[in-house]
Nanobody
Framework: QVQLVESGGGLVQPGGSLRLSCAAS????????MSWYRQAPGKERELVAF????????SYADSMKGRFTISRDNAKNTVYLQMNSLKPEDTAVYYC?????????????WGQGTQVTVSS
C-alpha cells in the first residue's frame, strides 16, 4: 500500500524558510520520480518541483526557481522541499506526488498535504 506522508509545514514570515519532508512507503522509492505540488485557496493545484528517481535531474516552476530546492534521500525513502525567501503568495497546501507502475497500470498517489502559510 503506497503511502506518502508530508510534514514540515507551518506559519512563517515573509522572507523566511521552511523545509518540507515527504516520507514514502509501499513502493520501490528509488525507482520513481517524485514531485511536489501545491494548491492555494480558490486555485488549481500546480506543479512546484520534480526530481528524477536518482536525484540527478530536477525542474521547477518558474516562480520557484532560485528559491526552492527539491532533493531526495533514497536510503530514507524521503523527498524534501527546501523553501527560501518565502512570499505570501506561496501560501498553499503542499502535496507530495508519485506515479507508480503496477504491472501494466500507472497509478497516481498523493499525500494528505501540509499547510504552508506565509504571513506577517
Amino acid at each position: 500500500q503506497v503511502q506518502l506522508v508530508e510534514s514540515g509545514g507551518g506559519l512563517v514570515q515573509p522572507g523566511g524558510s521552511l523545509r518540507l519532508s515527504c516520507a514514502a512507503s509501499g513502493f520501490t522509492f528509488s525507482s520513481y520520480a517524485m514531485s511536489w505540488y501545491r494548491q492555494a485557496p480558490g486555485k488549481e493545484r500546480e506543479l512546484v518541483a520534480f526530481i528524477s528517481s536518482g536525484g540527478g535531474s530536477t525542474s521547477y516552476a518558474d516562480s520557484m526557481k532560485g528559491r526552492f530546492t527539491i532533493s531526495r534521500d533514497n536510503a530514507k525513502n524521503t523527498v524534501y522541499l527546501q523553501m527560501n525567501s518565502l512570499k505570501p503568495e506561496d501560501t498553499a497546501v503542499y502535496y507530495c506526488y508519485v506515479r507508480t507502475l503496477a504491472r501494466t497500470l500507472w497509478r497516481d498517489y498523493w499525500g494528505q498535504g501540509t499547510q504552508v502559510t506565509v504571513s506577517s
